[in-house]
């Protein structure tokens, strides 16, 4: 069932779970920063934080993953532009999922708030308080989001274009 | 021995007897301190959904120093309310106000020892009252002297000193978000004191 068939039930776990929490961060990410403050915002800027550590975890679990079990060849279907330019984008969307969820750890610390994870696990501040840094982080995490929403735009327009143009079962490969 | 080095020795074994430092053996002393080479951060919110930290950027205050008699000192300090400042905007904008500081009708909070008590070498037990929100209540605060300067000038540091004490915000009538950020707030200031 393996190789050219399609990606492992652990890498299919890892990818929908994570894809699902990282649409969700963004669009509650852009939401909550708009709120006047409030006991929901305190929230909801608490559980972001903490499910972005969740999606930090999946991310280095994936990448764990994805060494002892690489991704299957692509079938030969795909033309080879596309078979470059896969991996890349497979590859920008590791990082940033990676880098998007440290520069929130790295501008809460910043910022002068300490993590509690899930109101249990308190985790140590990355950098010491600092207004300028705080700010540079604030800055990279906005900019992060957007380059990712960029990169997933693409990613699925990729999707469709195999799958519903093409029907080259590209979708089924990372289907569960 | 030279004459300077003896006199060193002599000034620093009195002082090393007395935990502040003193122009020539001076009995008592009259030292500043505050925000202009010191900084007060509080934290607040251990352990519950995140623990945040803010700070004072204009508060002032006095110590005299009795060096026969520890106990005979005393230390007071006036904080601008008005001053506090998060790194986040919005919740500046909140502490000023009034379910919070309430700067307007507030705008010191002040602390006066009642008692000071000599721990160790470096360290003394400073008990105090706080003024804040117009209710005073009891504060104890501990203070380390980290460094020292024998027989500095007049304007010059002639010590550091880190003190740390905490209280409960609802005894200061501050309730709100008590439940999501908690009560005790955690207080440490840093600072010079100069002549
Ligand atoms: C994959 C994970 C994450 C995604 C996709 C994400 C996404 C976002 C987005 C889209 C925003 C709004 C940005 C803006 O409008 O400027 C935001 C804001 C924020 N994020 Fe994240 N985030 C993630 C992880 C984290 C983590 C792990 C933390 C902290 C530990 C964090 C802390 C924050 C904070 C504090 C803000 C508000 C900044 C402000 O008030 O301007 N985020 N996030
Ligand atoms: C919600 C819409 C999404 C769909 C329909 C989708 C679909 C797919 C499919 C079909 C593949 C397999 C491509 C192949 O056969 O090589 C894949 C791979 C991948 N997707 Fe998505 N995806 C979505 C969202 C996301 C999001 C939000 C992220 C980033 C957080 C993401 C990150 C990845 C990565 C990194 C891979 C490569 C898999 C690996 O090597 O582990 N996807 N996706």
């Given at each position: ?17 994570s894809a699902l929490l990282v649409l969700g961060l963004l669009a509650v990410g852009l939401w909550m920063t708009g709120l ?5 915002k305190?929230?909801v800027y608490a559980c972001h934080k903490w499910i972005g550590l969740v999606v930090l975890v999946l991310a280095i679990?994936r990448l ?21 330019l896969?991996?890349v984008g497979h590859w920008a969307l590791l990082l940033l999922v990676l880098a998007q969820p440290i520069s929130g750890w790295l501008m809460s610390s910043a910022g002068g708030v300490?993590v ?7 985790l140590?501040d990355m950098v010491p308080r600092n207004q300028q840094l705080f700010a540079v982080l604030r800055e990279m995490h906005h900019l992060l989001a957007f380059a990712l929403m960029a990169v997933i735009t693409l990613h699925i327009a990729a ?18 | ?86 790194l986040d905007k919005q919740q ?104």
């Amino acid at each position: 069932m393996r190789g050219a068939e399609g990606y492992t039930p652990a890498a299919k776990v890892l990818h929908w779970t994570s894809a699902l929490l990282v649409l969700g961060l963004l669009a509650v990410g852009l939401w909550m920063t708009g709120l006047p403050l409030s006991r929901l915002k305190f929230v909801v800027y608490a559980c972001h934080k903490w499910i972005g550590l969740v999606v930090l975890v999946l991310a280095i679990l994936r990448l764990i993953w994805r060494r002892h079990s690489p991704p299957p060849a692509l079938p030969t279907t795909v033309t080879p532009w596309e078979r470059r330019l896969a991996p890349v984008g497979h590859w920008a969307l590791l990082l940033l999922v990676l880098a998007q969820p440290i520069s929130g750890w790295l501008m809460s610390s910043a910022g002068g708030v300490a993590v509690v994870w899930f109101g249990i696990l308190p985790l140590p501040d990355m950098v010491p308080r600092n207004q300028q840094l705080f700010a540079v982080l604030r800055e990279m995490h906005h900019l992060l989001a957007f380059a990712l929403m960029a990169v997933i735009t693409l990613h699925i327009a990729a999707v469709v274009r195999h799958d519903v143009l093409r029907h080259d079962g590209i979708l089924r490969r990372m289907w569960l | 021995m030279p004459a300077s080095l003896a006199r060193a020795l002599l000034v620093a074994a009195a002082c090393a007897a007395s935990l502040l430092p003193s122009p020539g053996g001076a009995a008592s002393d009259h030292l500043t301190i505050g925000s202009e080479r010191g900084s007060m951060d509080f934290f607040i919110g251990d352990s519950l959904i995140f623990r945040t930290t803010g700070g004072f950027k204009s508060w002032e205050g006095t110590i005299k120093v009795d060096e026969l008699d520890i106990t005979k000192s005393s230390v007071e300090v006036v904080v601008h309310t008005s001053s506090i400042e998060m790194l986040d905007k919005q919740q500046t904008m909140m502490l000023r106000e009034p379910e919070f500081f309430d700067v307007e009708k507030f705008p010191e909070m002040t602390y006066r020892s009642t008692a000071i008590e000599r721990l160790n070498a470096d360290t003394l037990k400073v008990e105090g009252e706080i003024t804040l929100r117009g209710i005073t209540r009891p504060m104890t605060l501990e203070a380390k002297m980290i460094d020292r300067i024998l027989d500095a000038a007049p304007g010059k540091r002639t010590a550091t000193f880190r003190a740390e004490g905490s209280l409960k915000r609802s005894e200061f009538g501050m309730i709100k978000y008590i439940d999501l950020v908690g009560d005790k707030v955690d207080i440490a200031i840093h600072t010079d004191a100069w002549r």
